[in-house]
C-alpha cells in the first residue's frame, strides 16, 4: 500500500509540474486508478514495469546503454547488462551532465528551460517511453530527441511528455537521454591511442545505440521497428541532421523531422581538437593522462568545456551533415524540415523596441546596408513591433537561410522528398510579447497544447491539432499531409511551397522573396 501511495504522489507530482491546469484535472482521478495491475514489457535485457495515466502507457528510465563514467567516460557506450526480475521503469532515469543553465529569464521561465527530473549522473543513457498498448499492433514510433544544443537539455522535459501525441495518433513516443559537453564531444583522438578515436561523438553514438535499442525492443511496446520517425527541436534538429550522414544509424531511421535546428556543418577536427585542448589546460591534465580525465568529477569538466560538438572524424561521422549535399546514406529519409517566424527573438542581446534601435540592429547585421534592411522589412511588415522584426531579421539571416538550404539539398537529391513548413502563430505565453518565438512549434508538434507557451486556449488546441496531425501523419507514412491542414506539396526550387502554419494554415511559394533575395545577396556564405 505504501509503494501505491508512493507511485500516485509521483505522478500527481509530475502532472503539476506540466503548466497545465487544466490537463492535471484531466488526468489526475486516472491516475490513482491506473495504479491497479503493473504493466509489464519484455526487452532484450530484461522484464520492465510502467504504469498507465489517462489511457496511455508510460515506461521512464529504461537503460539502452552502460554507465559512462570512470573508466567508460569518453569511450563508445557499452551495452547494458541484463537484470533478473522486473525492473521499475516508473520514475524518470538520470540527466546527463550539464550547466545548471535553469534560465531564470522570462523566455526561461516560459519554456520551463531547464529540467532536471531524475537527478544528474553519468549513468544517463535512459529512454521514456509512450505507448497506447503494449499489443502486437506495431504502430508507427516518434523518436524525440531533446534540444538544448549539444551541452545541456533532457529527454525528460515537459514539453517533450509523449502522451499527448500517442493519444492523438495511436503511435508510440520515445525520448532520449545521452551524453552531452565535454563527456559527449571531446575530441581526444590526438590525446591517446585508438580507444579514443571516436571520443568526439560518442554524444552522437549514444543516440545511434538508443535507435538500435528501438529497433531491438520497441515491437514489445506496441510499435513498428519499420516505422521510426526522429525529429528534434534547436539542437535536437542539430543532432537529427547530424544522424543522417551517421553510418550507425542508416537503417533505423525511416522518417526524419528538424524543427529550428538545420545544420549544414559540424565542427572540423583542428576546430575540435583545439577547443579540447583549451578544456584541458583548465583542468590541467597533461597530454596522455587519461586516467586523470576520467578520475575527475564531472563538474569539473562541464565547467571546463567549451563550445563542444560534433566533428567530422572520418569514420563515426564521415562527412558534412547537409553539406555540399545532401547525404546519400539517407537519401530514402523524407523530412519535414521547419522554423518559426521570429525564431530566434530569445537570444537577442538587444531587447529595445524603439525604432531607433531597430535602425541600428539592422547596420550592425548588415553593415553599410542597414537602411536597404530595414526597408526591405518595413515595406512587408510596416506594423510589426521593432523588437519582433530584430528577430525575423536573425533568424532569415542565420536559423531561415540553414532551412531552405537543407530543403533545397534534400529536394535536388532526387531521393525521398523534403516538406519545409515556418510557424508564424504568435504563442500567448510569457505575455504574448514573444510572438512566434523558437520552440513555439515543438509541443504542438506532439498534439501538446498545454504548456507554459500555448497556454491551452481554443488557439492552442487548434493549432496543436493541425502541426499534430501533420507530424502523425509524417511519423506512420512519411507524408505530412493529412485532413486537418490544405494540401502540403514537396519542397523544390522552382515553387519553394512552404507551409504557414497560423490562425489561416495555409501553402504559400516562396514567401517573403525579397527578404530572401537580399540576404542572399549581401551575405552569400
Given at each position: ?27 489526475a ?8 495491475g ?37 569511450m ?30 522570462a ?54 511528455e ?28 590526438a ?24 529497433h ?77 580525465l ?59 523596441d ?24 518595413r ?22 537561410r ?28 510569457g ?20 504548456t ?60 517573403d522573396r525579397?527578404l530572401?533575395l ?8
Amino acid at each position: 500500500m505504501a509503494d501505491r501511495i508512493r507511485q500516485v504522489i509521483t505522478s500527481r507530482r509530475d502532472i503539476l509540474v506540466s503548466g497545465s491546469t487544466l490537463g492535471a484535472a484531466l488526468l489526475a482521478p486516472n491516475i490513482v486508478l491506473a495504479q491497479a495491475g503493473p504493466l509489464i514489457a519484455e526487452t532484450t535485457n530484461g522484464r520492465v514495469r510502467g504504469s498507465r495515466a489517462d489511457g496511455v502507457i508510460q515506461f521512464r528510465g529504461i537503460p539502452y546503454g552502460g554507465d559512462t563514467g570512470n573508466r567508460n567516460r569518453f569511450m563508445p557506450p557499452t551495452q547494458v547488462a541484463k537484470w533478473s526480475g522486473i525492473r521499475d521503469a516508473t520514475q524518470w532515469g538520470h540527466v546527463a551532465p550539464q550547466p545548471n543553465a535553469t534560465n531564470p529569464d522570462a523566455y526561461g521561465q516560459m519554456v520551463g528551460w531547464n529540467n532536471y527530473r531524475g537527478g544528474i549522473s553519468e549513468d544517463c543513457l535512459v529512454v521514456n517511453i509512450w505507448t497506447p498498448s503494449l499489443d502486437a499492433k506495431k504502430r508507427a514510433v516518434m523518436v524525440m530527441i531533446h534540444g538544448g544544443g549539444f551541452t545541456s537539455g533532457s529527454g525528460n522535459l515537459v514539453a517533450l511528455e509523449g502522451q499527448f501525441m500517442a493519444r492523438a495518433g495511436d503511435v508510440v513516443v520515445v525520448t532520449v537521454n545521452h551524453r552531452l559537453g565535454g563527456l559527449g564531444y571531446s575530441d581526444l583522438s590526438a590525446f591517446g591511442g585508438a580507444e579514443l578515436a571516436a571520443s568526439g561523438n560518442v554524444g552522437m553514438l549514444d543516440i545511434a545505440q538508443a535507435l538500435r535499442w528501438v529497433h531491438d525492443n520497441i515491437e514489445r511496446f506496441g510499435g513498428d521497428p519499420a516505422r521510426v520517425a526522429i525529429s528534434g527541436q534547436s539542437g535536437g534538429g542539430g543532432k537529427v541532421s547530424t544522424l543522417l550522414a551517421m553510418p550507425s544509424a542508416a537503417g533505423l531511421i525511416h522518417r526524419a523531422a528538424v524543427q529550428s535546428g538545420s545544420t549544414l556543418r559540424v565542427s572540423t577536427p583542428d576546430i575540435a581538437q583545439r577547443e579540447t585542448q583549451q578544456m584541458l589546460d583548465k583542468l590541467g591534465v597533461a597530454q596522455g593522462d587519461l586516467r586523470k580525465l576520467q578520475s575527475l568529477p564531472y563538474e569539473q569538466i562541464i565547467t571546463a568545456q567549451g563550445r563542444l560538438g560534433p566533428v567530422v572524424d572520418g569514420t563515426v561521422l564521415p562527412r558534412q551533415p547537409f553539406d555540399p549535399d545532401a547525404p546519400a546514406i539517407s537519401a530514402a529519409v523524407p523530412m519535414i524540415i521547419g522554423t518559426c517566424l521570429e525564431d530566434f527573438g530569445f537570444a537577442l542581446p538587444d531587447k529595445g523596441d524603439t525604432e531607433d534601435s531597430l535602425r541600428a540592429f539592422a547596420e550592425q547585421q548588415a553593415p553599410g546596408h542597414g537602411a536597404e534592411v530595414l526597408k526591405a522589412y518595413r515595406q512587408l511588415h510596416p506594423a510589426k513591433r521593432p523588437y519582433l522584426v530584430k528577430a525575423m531579421i536573425v533568424t532569415d539571416l542565420r536559423v531561415a537561410r540553414d532551412a531552405i538550404r537543407q530543403a533545397e539539398r534534400k529536394a535536388a537529391q532526387g531521393g525521398a522528398p523534403a516538406y519545409l513548413y515556418r510557424w508564424d502563430w504568435p504563442v500567448p505565453g510569457g505575455g504574448g510579447g514573444w510572438g512566434a518565438v523558437h520552440g513555439a512549434d515543438l509541443s504542438p508538434s506532439m498534439s501538446n497544447p498545454t504548456t507554459l507557451v500555448t497556454m491551452n486556449t481554443p488557439a492552442a488546441q487548434l493549432m496543436s491539432r493541425r502541426i499534430g496531425q501533420a507530424f502523425i501523419a509524417f511519423t506512420k507514412t512519411g507524408n505530412p499531409n493529412c485532413g486537418e491542414i490544405p494540401d502540403w506539396p514537396a519542397y523544390d526550387a522552382q515553387r519553394r511551397s512552404v507551409m504557414l502554419f497560423d490562425t489561416n494554415t495555409r501553402v504559400a511559394n516562396d514567401p517573403d522573396r525579397d527578404l530572401r533575395l537580399m540576404w542572399d545577396k549581401l551575405a552569400p556564405t
